[in-house]
Every structure is written in C-alpha cells, then in structure tokens.
Nanobody
Framework: QVQLVESGGGLVQAGGSLRLSCAAS????????MGWYRQAPGKQRELVAS???????NYADSVKGRFTISRDNAKNTVYLQMNSLKPEDTAIYYC??????????????WGKGTQVTVSS
C-alpha cells in the first residue's frame, strides 16, 4: 500500500509564508500527478495546485502568483510554498497522488491533511 504524510501546516499572520511537504512511501512503482487540495469549513474540497511527473504545473486562479508547487521525484515528495497568505487561505490542506504501487492497480491516494490557519 501507499501512505502520504503531510507536514508544515500551522498558524501564520496574513502576508506570511508557509511551506507544506508531502512524502509518499510504500511499494511505489511510479507516481504520476501529485497535488494539493484544500477544504475550508462549510466548503467543498478544491484543487489548489498539481504537478505532473514531467514537472508540468497547474494552479487555482486564487493562488496563482502566490503559491508554488514543486516535487522531488527521487524522494517521492511534493511541496507547496505558500507566500502572501490571506485569511481566505485558511483550510485543511490535503496531499493527493496518482500512484501505481506493486500489487495494486493505479489509483489516487490521500494524506490525512494538515491545518493552515491565516490570521488577519
């Protein structure tokens, strides 16, 4: 099986920065797209940013120019650098990865989430 473990969340003032990390482990053969999603209270989970194995990136309009997604394929890790944070960025951030694991079909895995709180 595959596990995704996020880290780096916390409390920050508006205008500040945080860096999230998500490490994938297990019987991994190949990881395709990795991404970050977020869910604020009372709202649906939404895509924040994604990155393919070829380093092609995609961002939600609300974070373009402020957030940067990157990945280290050798470490099976994806990062989200968040700058100029706003109170509306407050949410639980979830890591997602499209993984082919040994003995399993290709499927999407989720981390347990990390809380990001931005105070005004």
């Amino acid at each position: 099986q595959v596990q995704l473990v996020e880290s780096g969340g916390g409390l920050v003032q508006a205008g500040g920065s945080l860096r999230l990390s998500c490490a994938a482990s297990g019987s991994i053969v190949m990881i395709n797209t990795m991404g970050w999603y977020r869910q604020a209270p009372g709202k649906q989970r939404e895509l924040v940013a994604s990155i393919t194995s070829m380093q092609n990136t995609n961002y939600a309009d609300s974070v373009k120019g402020r957030f940067t997604i990157s990945r280290d394929n050798a470490k099976n890790t994806v990062y989200l650098q968040m700058n100029s944070l706003k109170p509306e960025d407050t949410a639980i951030y979830y890591c997602n990865a499209d993984v082919l694991a040994r003995g399993f079909r290709r499927m999407a895995y989720w981390g347990k989430g990390t809380q990001v709180t931005v105070s005004s």
